[in-house]
T-cell receptor, first 114, second 112 residues
Framework: EPEVTQTPSHQVTQMGQEVILRCVPI?????FYWYRQILGQKVEFLVS????????KSEIFDDQFSVERPDGSNFTLKIRSTKLEDSAMYFC????????????FGNGTRLTVT | DAKTTQPPSMDCAEGRAANLPCNHS???????VYWYRQIHSQGPQYIIH???NNETNEMASLIITEDRKSSTLILPHATLRDTAVYYC?????????????FGTGTRLLVSP
């Protein structure tokens, strides 16, 4: 069964550094999402992306965050200058956008900011 | 999207059926009920969804009441690997962009 893959599984970075989290969505999917989950808290929506532009973003997704689909297969989340509070699990998801079809999530990247 | 209410935790013996309830009394006519689960810190895993008819797949069954104000996810023969947080989410089943809003879910513990 096709799946969403994310790399790396764990990223450690120092405060103020830039990080790029990578995702390969399911191949025929057109809608892409990033969610995050701070340890012990809810899964929170960050951003959705379709047709090379952001469809919606949450209040969390400020100017430090950006997303890109650099080629036909990858979808990336960049954090320009990481803060301690960015430490979380980051989940990529994709959907084909047809009717009520569900989102499919990757297994996440654990980002630790020290 | 309509709000959902789930019990914070439930226990189930291995091999028995796990019945996870969800209340969504403000659901509207075009909103679907979706169930996801999250095992430990893995990504949310899609389980099943439905509009008004009962649904079954290889993972679970979804029973939706006739008035659609509540539903039950049934894992017919729970195993230890079914220990997870289960999320009931209600959203419109439009084409296109499908944002999910996760609550706190039900933490299901399956014991030997």
């Amino acid at each position: 069964e096709p799946e969403v893959t994310q790399t790396p599984s764990h990223q450690v970075t120092q405060m103020g550094q830039e990080v790029i989290l990578r995702c390969v969505p399911i191949s025929n999917h057109l809608y892409f999402y990033w969610y995050r989950q701070i340890l012990g808290q809810k899964v929170e929506f960050l951003v959705s992306f379709y047709n090379n532009e952001i469809s919606e973003k949450s209040e969390i997704f400020d100017d430090q965050f950006s997303v890109e689909r650099p080629d036909g297969s990858n979808f990336t989340l960049k954090i320009r200058s990481t803060k301690l509070e960015d430490s979380a699990m980051y989940f990529c998801a994709s959907s084909n956008g047809q009717g009520n079809s569900p989102l499919h999530f990757g297994n996440g990247t654990r980002l630790t900011v020290t | 999207d309509a709000k959902t209410t789930q019990p914070p935790s439930m226990d189930c013996a291995e091999g028995r059926a796990a019945n996870l309830p969800c209340n969504h009394s403000t659901i509207s006519g075009n909103e679907y009920v979706y169930w996801y689960r999250q095992i430990h810190s893995q990504g949310p895993q899609y389980i099943i969804h439905g509009l008004k008819n009962n649904e079954t797949n290889e993972m679970a069954s979804l029973i939706i009441t006739e008035d659609r104000k509540s539903s039950t996810l049934i894992l017919p023969h729970a195993t230890l690997r079914d220990t997870a947080v289960y999320y009931c989410i209600v959203r419109v089943g439009d084409t296109g962009f499908q944002k999910l809003v996760f609550g706190t879910g039900t933490r299901l513990l399956v014991s030997p």
